[in-house]
């Protein structure tokens, strides 16, 4: 029986990872780990400067790393490569986030799920294993209902001076950029659908205002009709959503889930809870 092991919960903002040393639990946080972004030595040196000082690697006996982008096999290379280089004598297992959704919310039911965080992503999960997904074309081809497509809205209505006095005023208040400065920072940042996401809260804070109902409601409104419309397994699974985004709004998400006439399931915030659940039964 695996006593020490650890959860690795990956977008593409942020890692958590949740030590579990005789049902005894600790947390550390990392810059979000995907090897779209970070090279096999980049993730290496990372994980040996969060975790070298916190906890003796040699006893940790298996590491379930749950992360974005891992549907790519290089992916999945590079990251093995990264994570038998620190964690020596662990046994390794990797899946998507999207399989981390679906322990978090289903354990072993049935369901469809659907992360809206940074990005999005959903998939039919069939108590066991992903056996549908809908296409994933990322933040700039995709990406509905995520918070780069809602920043990415928030940048536009601003840019363009769609927003009235007061949120123009609101923005710059909070923000301080000029549109260079803004441009910029998507156009040459090494992250740009962190960047965009950046923006997303700024909807939240504005809660109530028509303009920002309007583009929360379209944005998600877009996620539903591009993705859940099309799964056959919609009008008769439960819909589960997890994510920072699906939390902040889950108000408007049931809303749309009456609208579409489907069952929703569980919103989480995280998944890391429903995950250490998952792997205590295991």
């Given at each position: 029986?695996?006593?020490?092991?650890?959860?690795?919960?990956?977008?593409?903002?942020?890692?958590?990872?949740?030590?579990?040393?005789?049902?005894?639990?600790?947390?550390?946080?990392?810059?979000?780990?995907?090897?779209?972004?970070?090279?096999?030595?980049?993730?290496?040196?990372?994980?040996?400067?969060?975790?070298?000082?916190?906890?003796?690697?040699?006893?940790?006996?298996?590491?379930?790393?749950?992360?974005?982008?891992?549907?790519?096999?290089?992916?999945?290379?590079?990251?093995?490569?990264?994570?038998?280089?620190?964690?020596?004598?662990?046994?390794?297992?990797?899946?998507?986030?999207?399989?981390?959704?679906?322990?978090?919310?289903?354990?072993?039911?049935?369901?469809?799920?659907?992360?809206?965080?940074?990005?999005?992503?959903?998939?039919?999960?069939?108590?066991?294993?992903?056996?549908?997904?809908?296409?994933?074309?990322?933040?700039?081809?995709?990406?509905?209902?995520?918070?780069?497509?809602?920043?990415?809205?928030?940048?536009q209505y601003f840019l363009y001076q769609t927003?009235?006095?007061?949120?123009?005023?609101?923005?710059?208040?909070?923000?301080?950029?000029?549109?260079?400065?803004?441009?910029?920072?998507?156009?040459?940042?090494?992250?740009?659908?962190?960047?965009?996401?950046?923006?997303?809260?700024?909807?939240?804070?504005?809660?109530?205002?028509?303009?920002?109902?309007?583009?929360?409601?379209?944005?998600?409104?877009?996620?539903?009709?591009?993705?859940?419309?099309?799964?056959?397994?919609?009008?008769?699974?439960?819909?589960?959503?997890?994510?920072?985004?699906?939390?902040?709004?889950?108000?408007?998400?049931?809303?749309?889930?009456?609208?579409?006439?489907?069952?929703?399931?569980?919103?989480?915030?995280?998944?890391?809870?429903?995950?250490?659940?998952?792997?205590?039964?295991?």
């Amino acid at each position: 029986m695996i006593k020490n092991y650890l959860i690795a919960d990956s977008g593409a903002t942020k890692c958590q990872w949740t030590l579990v040393q005789n049902n005894k639990k600790s947390t550390v946080n990392t810059i979000g780990i995907s090897p779209y972004f970070l090279t096999t030595n980049e993730i290496t040196l990372l994980l040996q400067k969060s975790f070298a000082k916190k906890t003796d690697l040699t006893k940790i006996e298996a590491v379930y790393f749950y992360g974005t982008g891992l549907s790519n096999p290089d992916n999945v290379l590079s990251l093995k490569k990264a994570l038998k280089a620190v964690f020596t004598k662990a046994k390794l297992t990797i899946e998507t986030d999207l399989v981390a959704a679906a322990r978090a919310s289903c354990q072993n039911d049935k369901g469809v799920v659907c992360i809206l965080g940074t990005g999005s992503n959903t998939g039919f999960y069939n108590g066991k294993k992903i056996t549908k997904n809908s296409p994933g074309l990322g933040y700039v081809l995709g990406d509905e209902g995520s918070g780069a497509y809602l920043g990415k809205k928030v940048i536009q209505y601003f840019l363009y001076q769609t927003f009235d006095e007061e949120l123009m005023a609101s923005f710059q208040k909070k923000y301080n950029l000029t549109k260079d400065a803004i441009l910029n920072s998507i156009y040459k940042s090494p992250f740009p659908n962190r960047t965009l996401a950046s923006f997303a809260p700024f909807l939240a804070e504005h809660r109530g205002h028509y303009m920002i109902e309007n583009i929360i409601e379209d944005g998600l409104n877009d996620f539903f009709f591009a993705h859940i419309n099309k799964m056959n397994e919609s009008w008769i699974h439960p819909i589960h959503f997890v994510g920072g985004v699906a939390y902040a709004f889950k108000d408007i998400i049931k809303q749309l889930a009456l609208s579409y006439e489907i069952e929703l399931g569980k919103i989480i915030q995280s998944p890391m809870k429903g995950l250490i659940e998952f792997h205590k039964k295991q």
